[in-house]
């Protein structure tokens, strides 16, 4: 029995459960799997208090990533980079961080989506946690360039900087964005949340595929990407099930079909 949950603040909306539900079902692999609420400062306690009670890993969401990170005791290249673990797998006395964030947008965009990466131009929008977190995955398939701009143009810079080894990187104001064509618009701002959209020159979106990394509803971008031509518009409802994927595998060794889990959430 693989004994799981996730952490959070608050929880009680994570949609995490039924997700490794239906994967543990599809599977036929043991899993108990619950939501745990964690004090905003309580994180490192809460964690301890599972693993004592014999957890085999956990999911850990918004605003305990960090924690988790400092928590773990090994981490892998991915949550390295990102700087932030979304995947605690108990190994013995150590504590494995993995981000299954990027990996879960990129699963999306290439297996579920049929986008292909290589060569193209990609642009985020954002330079927070969200991007550094899917940057490294974004950059392994090869992209011909990542643009990232943002609000505040020294975080893309930095961000830039800090990614410059892995692949071909810009960073930028949302200001200096041309008004053409680009193939694919990642929104990773959390400016969905307040229902707004990024003000940006409206010719990028031409043709371009445009994902939200947020879901749950038509987003602002997902409305401005309708209105200004875009090929294909995604929210992030497919990355939150193939970064629980990735996860379940992490700790279980078997890989889930995610096609019917997503079609279902969708439902
Ligand atoms: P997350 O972990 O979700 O990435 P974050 O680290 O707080 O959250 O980052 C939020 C990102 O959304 C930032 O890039 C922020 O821009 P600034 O760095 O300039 O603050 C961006 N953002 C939030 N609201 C925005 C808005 N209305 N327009 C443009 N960018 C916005």
């Given at each position: 029995m693989y004994n799981l949950a996730v952490f959070g603040n608050p929880i009680e909306h994570s949609l995490s459960p039924t997700i490794h539900a239906e994967f543990a079902q599809q599977t036929g692999v043991e899993v108990n799997y619950d939501k745990i609420l964690a004090p905003i400062d309580g994180f490192n306690h809460k964690a301890q208090q599972f693993i004592d009670e014999g957890a085999t890993g956990f999911n850990i969401t918004v605003p305990f990533k960090l924690d988790a990170y400092n928590f773990s005791t090994k981490l892998t290249l991915n949550a390295k980079t990102a700087g932030a673990v979304n995947t605690i797998k108990v190994e013995g006395s150590e504590l494995v961080g993995e981000n299954t964030d990027g990996i879960g947008l990129v699963n999306d965009l290439v297996n579920n989506l049929g986008v292909n990466l290589k060569d193209k131009t990609i642009l985020i929008l954002g330079a927070g946690g969200a991007t550094q977190g899917i940057l490294l995955p974004l950059l392994k398939e090869n992209p011909k360039r990542v643009m990232i701009a943002n609000r505040t143009a020294s975080k893309a810079q930095q961000l830039q900087q800090?990614?410059?080894?892995?692949?071909?990187?810009?960073?930028?104001?949302?200001?200096?964005?041309?008004?053409?064509?680009?193939?694919?618009?990642?929104?990773?701002?959390?400016?969905?949340?307040?229902?707004?959209?990024?003000?940006?020159?409206?010719?990028?979106?031409?043709?371009?595929?445009?994902?939200?990394?947020?879901?749950?509803?038509?987003?602002?971008?997902?409305?401005?990407?309708?209105?200004?031509?875009?090929?294909?518009?995604?929210?992030?409802?497919?990355?939150?099930?193939?970064?629980?994927?990735?996860?379940?595998?992490?700790?279980?060794?078997?890989?889930?079909?995610?096609?019917?889990?997503?079609?279902?959430?969708?439902?």
């Open positions: 800090d990614f410059a080894q892995y692949g071909n990187t810009c960073g930028f104001g949302l200001e200096k964005i041309k008004n053409e064509p680009i193939d694919v618009i990642i929104n990773a701002t959390s400016a969905s949340l307040d229902k707004k959209m990024p003000d940006i020159a409206s010719g990028c979106a031409n043709h371009a595929i445009c994902y939200d990394l947020m879901y749950g509803e038509q987003t602002p971008f997902m409305n401005w990407a309708k209105d200004n031509n875009a090929s294909m518009i995604a929210d992030g409802i497919g990355m939150l099930v193939e970064q629980a994927a990735s996860s379940f595998e992490f700790w279980t060794g078997v890989k889930p079909d995610t096609h019917t889990v997503i079609k279902n959430l969708r439902s």
